[in-house]
């Protein structure tokens, strides 16, 4: 399935990615039981866009990279410099589609939009 940017949407990245489906259902939750002070870019950004990003975008595809067991070479090499290190080559279609900015952005854009807008009392930061 080759997708050109116009022909991504949403069904399309959640029939490929069933794990934007259970990003769906937890934003509607969230949606539904908002408190009255509530922050969506608060909820966004701490909890539900560190869930999205390793489905979506330019960082599907990384393998974990949690603990460093000694030191790492500080020093670039211009050979690899286009590559992605650590991660795993995208051998479909589907999976080249879910690694480009557009699947990323339609799906924040969604996500997000699910959220009920800001609603905290004045001088509060929205975060």
């Known amino acids: 399935m080759s997708a050109a940017a ?47 990003v390793p489905l979506v975008g330019w960082s599907r595809g990384r393998i974990p990279t949690c603990a460093v067991d000694g030191p790492r070479e500080v020093f670039l090499d211009w050979s690899t410099f286009w590559e992605r290190p650590g991660s795993i080559p995208a051998t479909t279609n589907a999976e080249k589609m879910l690694r480009t900015s557009a699947a990323y952005d339609i799906a924040y854009d969604y996500l997000y939009g699910l959220l009920p807008d800001c609603r905290h009392g004045e001088g509060t930061w929205c975060g």
């Open 6 to 52: 116009a022909d991504i949407t949403w069904e399309v990245l959640a029939e490929v990615e069933p794990s934007l489906r259970r990003l769906e259902r937890l934003s509607l939750w969230i949606a539904a039981h908002a408190p009255a002070d509530f922050c969506a870019n608060g909820v966004w950004h701490d909890f539900l866009k560190p869930q999205l």
